[in-house]
């Protein structure tokens, strides 16, 4: 048997249909280096060459997806319009090419082992064993070929970094790839280059023996990313480039910026996406990064700051605060500062510490903000805080934006302090409560009997009727709008009447007018709930109208 028709046998069985390039993007010395960003916005320099990409990530977990990870071990929960409850990295994907990715845009070794898996129960091995490879690289390499239908170019961010024992079979899928199409398969490796405090010099070191690894899983990097606090210089190229046998020009320098959409700038001054181009034989067209040109320059030009509190309980890890988890309401927020002309500066209020204090005291945490938002959230912890939050910024007229349990809580709040149902509750928190303002949806309740919870919240893109005359509606300046969701608690229609004499307007409902999507205040500058996440659609091109409202009701406020 030749090699070839060995490697054949074992490896690829279905040819691919389409034929697009592929770039593979791995990661090594440290994790949290922003291969992520790396890959989003080598999409956006093709995209802007008129290429069309697939940006992919590829998780080595066990979970079929992201809405089983607990948030503060994995951080945001970011939802597809296809109704994939995905990693975050998605979330960049999308900022930076400004268009909808897909379920095909997200693999994890838990839906890869489920397919090959159902596979040999369905006889579809036709009696063969099933094996890693060639089975489950099989698998991985349908997927990422899925990623590339329509597509010119599929970037793949392969998750972990280079040498963990977890994510090697993806490693090895795009190794094989590779062999069968070395003319339309590179890789890019994104490592660290640590500046030792005793030392102050930046050391190259690690960034060799991390490409080593890389080597000894047959994979040879077409180019090295080096992420530091500092611009790497000549002579840290040079010897990146003697050690690792890459040419000098192709080791890229990426040191910490101000912003990470100066970053795709920073690229392609190096002219990574050309010698990508001239690496996958694709014709190397202009880059028309006019657009991101002018967006950096406007950020670097906004600096009148506007006081936003976002509170919620997400924020502590250990002597650490994490913001990851609300990691699209944090960049919507900016992009709207900054196409308002200001500067956002966040405060993450924890909403369990607001809890400790007196009623009278949430002031002492939310006085000086000029906004506050209400991000989505789950379960009891932190909510009585979050409620006094929404208190004061009714009584005090600060700009308000809930998103999702922020507008449940504020319906809440209304009921409890405005309307004087004093029990008021999401059954989520209180399954006995007397005035169940927010409920469960009855399809939600039997999967929840059932424990089907993987997936199967309300999730997704869906649209929503705005009212006329309300300032949603103005915000949005359209009567029907599509925006993606991901719960399963809904407002209560039994208490539609009452709530809208405490105050309530109804501002977005489904077509069908059965679910409340959106509700606002009576007599109040700006307060706004929304059950749906509108942080999934917005870009730094492209802002999102209700949170450029927002930020507008904000500015209002600066003394
Ligand atoms: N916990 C609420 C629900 O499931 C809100 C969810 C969210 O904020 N994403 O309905």
Redesign the pocket.
Known sequence: MTFFEYSHKFVIRRPSVSQPKFVFVSGGVISGLGKGITTASLSAILEAKGYKVSPMKVDMYLNQDAGTIRPSEHGEVYVTEDGLESDQDLGNYERFIGRPLSRANYMTTGQVYTEVLRKERAFEYEGEDVEAIPHVTDEIIRRFDKAGEGADVVIVELGGTVGEYQNGIFFEAARLMKLHRPADIIHVHVAFLPIPGNLGEMKTKPVQQSVRLLNSMGIQPEFVVGRSSQAMDDKRKERISLFCGIPKEAVISNPDVGSIYEIPLLLEEQRLGDMVCEKLGLKNRKSKLEPWMKMVDHITKSTKEVNIGVVGKYFGTGAYTLSDVYISVIESLKHAGWSEGVKPVLHWIDSTALEQIQTDGAGKFLDGHDGIVV?????SRGIEGIIEAIRYAREKKIPYLG????M?LATIELARYVAHLDQAH?T?VMTDSPNPI?H?MPEQEKKMLKKEYGGT??LGAWPCVLTKGTKLHEAYGADQIIER??????FNNAYRDVLQKAGLIIAGTTPDGQLVEAIELRDHPFFIGV?Y?PEFLSTPLKPHPLFAAFIRAAIKQIR
């Open positions: 991000p989505g959230g789950f379960g998103l999702c349990y922020g449940q999401t989520e927010i469960v919240m309300r969701h991901r719960h399963r608690y809904e059950q996440h």
